[in-house]
């Protein structure tokens, strides 16, 4: 049988190896582009200067370096309508205290419409009451019940407290399995897109760090009037309030620069927790 070009170049490599003490007698699949740059940038002796190419597919190879297929998305969707299903996640406390002393951030999503609410927390025990309190205004707010909540499974959502709540108030709870991130993916990605974002407005503005609170507010309220759900061409806000949003307000052309913009924004979103008199005795 004919041995693939990588391996015959690979068995010149073995001798120089040094001797580890186990012995080592497995002939390393290097690639091609690999090979490539040793013969073109002359950092190996004995190797014909030419150009090599795939001659045929090692199995070997395409057994060895394989890698998992991403999932596809799913036809049916998990809600069919709103509050139908709310993924839950608490951040882990940020390096720099927010200006009232907030440290968490409890990240709600709604499996339906996508639409994203953000709380503060001081401490993470206060997550539990701030759950409490949201399911209760939420449902009464939009007149529709929250039928299942999905969460992490670790002691801040997994305790007899919130259970026993839950049993009360007919709310069925999911946990994903333990060190799998992959399961909570909805949260997971929410988060990235609002620290990017926050992070972006933090810099631009030329804003202090412990105004990342503010920050995070700012991106969760523009993404919920922005960003385009794929499978109904709505906008969050739509799809949870049944109206379209005007954003009129937010034009930027009665500022100076993008900057000033970018600050009063933090300053007057309606998640605000800061005034422009904290930011002075802040600074």
């Known amino acids: 049988m004919k041995w693939p070009l990588h391996l015959q170049f690979a068995s010149r490599l073995v ?26 940038n002359n950092l190996v002796t004995g190797l014909p200067k030419f150009k090599y190419h795939k001659e045929h597919l090692c199995l070997s190879c395409e057994q060895g370096k394989s890698k998992k ?6 036809p049916v969707p998990n809600s069919k309508q ?24 409890l990240v709600i999503v709604d499996d339906y419409s996508h ?17 409490k309190i949201f399911l209760k205004k939420i449902t009464v707010l939009l007149q529709a019940p929250v039928i299942i909540v999905k969460t992490k499974n ?16 007919g709310i069925s709870d999911q946990y994903s399995f333990v060190r799998t991130p992959q399961q909570n993916r909805v949260t997971k990605r929410r988060n990235r897109t609002l620290v990017e974002a926050a992070r972006t407005m933090l810099i631009f503005s030329y804003a202090p760090l412990f ?14 009037r922005s960003i385009i759900h794929c499978r109904f061409d709505k906008i969050p806000y739509e799809l949870i309030n049944g109206r ?17 913009y970018h600050f009063v924004m933090l300053l007057h979103s309606p998640y605000a927790q800061v005034t422009e008199n904290d930011i002075k005795r802040g600074i």
């Open 154 to 169: 670790n002691t801040v959502f997994k305790n007899q407290v919130i259970q026993e709540y839950f049993n009360s108030v």
């Open 69 to 74: 297929v991403s999932h596809p998305p799913k």
């Open 15 to 40: 001798p120089l190896l040094p001797n580890l003490g186990y012995g080592i007698n497995v002939y390393p699949h290097l690639n091609f582009d690999t090979i490539n740059d040793l013969a073109k």
């Open 244 to 260: 379209k949003q005007d954003i009129s307000f937010l034009t930027p052309s009665k500022f100076s620069n993008a900057a000033e």
């Open 115 to 131: 639409y994203t609410w953000v709380h503060f927390l001081i401490s993470k025990d206060k997550a539990l009451e701030e759950i």
């Open 82 to 105: 709103r509050l139908h299903l709310l993924h839950m996640d608490l951040w882990v406390p940020m390096r720099i205290e927010s200006i009232n002393r907030k440290q968490y951030v």
């Open 211 to 224: 105004l990342w609170a503010e920050a995070i507010a700012t991106a969760c309220y523009t993404q919920n």
